[in-house]
C-alpha cells in the first residue's frame, strides 16, 4: 500500500477504482439479470456492501463512493448554518468511511454514525484515530429502539439511492422516527427526472421522494435542485425536512 496514491483525483486512484468498480459491478445482483434470484433473498444487497468493503483491502480507491472528504453539498450546508451545529446531537446514515460524520463533528455537533458493513466502521475508526464520533456497526431497518426521537440532526449522504425503490417508504419512516422534537433531516442524494430511466445502482431519486416523505411523517423545508457542476458532478438534490406533526 505505500507506493500507491491516496488522490482521488490522480490517475492511478481512478484507475483502480474503474478496474474495482467492474468487479463490483459483475458481483452486484442489482446490476446483473442472471443474479436476481439473489437479490430476491439478499434486499438490502447486505452481501455486496461487505464485498465492496472487504475486497477493498483498505485501499479507498476500490469503494465506489469513497472520495476521503465530506461531501460538498454537506459541507457548505454546515458552513451556511447561522446558528451553527455545535451541540446539537447528530445521526449519519449509512456512513462509509466517515468523512461526512467527521464534517459534523468538526463544527460541534454530538455525532453518532452507523453503517451497516461492520467492515466500514472499523476503517472509518482507523482513518480517524481521535475522533469524537460513535462509529457503530447497524441497519437503518432495525435501529436501536433509544434512538428515536433523539437526533437533532439526522444526515444522509447516498444511502437512500443505494436502495431499492420497494426499500424507499420505510427507509424514509425510520429515518423520520429518530427526529426529535423540532429536529431536521439533510438528504444529500442524486437527482433525476420523475420519468427518467434509473438505471442504478445507484438509483437517483425522483421528485416524489418528497411526497413519499410526506407520507411518511417528514415535511419538506427546503428542496434544492442543484444542476450538475464541476463540485459535484451530477444533478443533486440537497433537501431539509422536518416533522410533519410540528407547525
Ligand atoms: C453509497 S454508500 C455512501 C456512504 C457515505 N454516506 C458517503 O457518502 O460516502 C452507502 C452506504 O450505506 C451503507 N448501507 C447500505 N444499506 C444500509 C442499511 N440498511 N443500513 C445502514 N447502512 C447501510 C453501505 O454499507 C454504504 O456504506
Redesign the pocket.
Known sequence: MDEISLDPTSPEFTARRAEARKALDALDPAKNLEMRGGAADDP??RDW?EAV?ARAQNDPARVP???LAP?PLTKAWVGAQVKGIAGLRAL??????G??AECLAEAGAEVTA????EA?VEWAKRRFPRTTVDYRA????APPADWRGKFALVH????L???SAPLLPKALAELSSFLAPGGKLLIVARARGEDAEAEGP?WPLPPSIFTEARRQGLKPLSIEDIEATADVGRRHWRALLGRADEP
Do not use: S
Not at 449519519?92 to 468511511?97: H, P, S
Not at 447497524?138 to 431497518?141: E, H, N, P, T, Y
Open positions: 438490502l444487497r456492501f468493503y463512493w469513497a472520495n461531501h449519519d446514515v449509512g456512513c462509509g468511511l468523512d461526512n452507523f453503517d451497516l458493513v466500514a447497524g441497519d437503518l431497518f444522509e449522504c447516498y444511502t439511492q443505494a436502495l445507484p
